[in-house]
Nanobody
Framework: DVQLQASGGGWVQPGGSLRLSCLASGFDFSSSQMSWLRQAPGKEIEWVSSIWSGGGIKSTLSSVTGRFAVSRDDAKNTLYLQMNNLEPSDTAVYYC????????RGQGTQVTVSS
């Protein structure tokens, strides 16, 4: 079974940083395109960023470009999302998934940005 476990969330003040991790198992991680999505309170789930196998191609939501960076470590079956200069509008539950539409997303991790 595909399992994706996101971690690393928490509370941070505006302008702060967090690094999210997603440990994958049950499928060929190194050959898979992976994505991060988020869901803010009362809103629909939103795609944030994707990284293709090999890590050479990445795509990121325009509103977080320059602040968020996706990466992967295939030796550790782990996906990362480095988030810098966080804003209150980034508050959401963050999920990793095997597609831009959120396929196989597991339990997310809560990120709260507030002063």
């Amino acid at each position: 079974d595909v399992q994706l476990q996101a971690s690393g969330g928490g509370w941070v003040q505006p302008g702060g940083s967090l690094r999210l991790s997603c440990l994958a198992s049950g499928f060929d991680f190194s050959s898979s395109q992976m994505s991060w999505l988020r869901q803010a309170p009362g809103k629909e789930i939103e795609w944030v960023s994707s990284i293709w196998s090999g890590g050479g191609i990445k795509s990121t939501l325009s509103s977080v470009t320059g602040r968020f960076a996706v990466s992967r470590d295939d030796a550790k079956n782990t996906l990362y999302l480095q988030m810098n200069n966080l804003e209150p509008s980034d508050t959401a539950v963050y999920y990793c998934a095997t597609s831009r539409t959120g396929a196989n997303r597991g339990q997310g991790t809560q990120v709260t940005v507030s002063s």
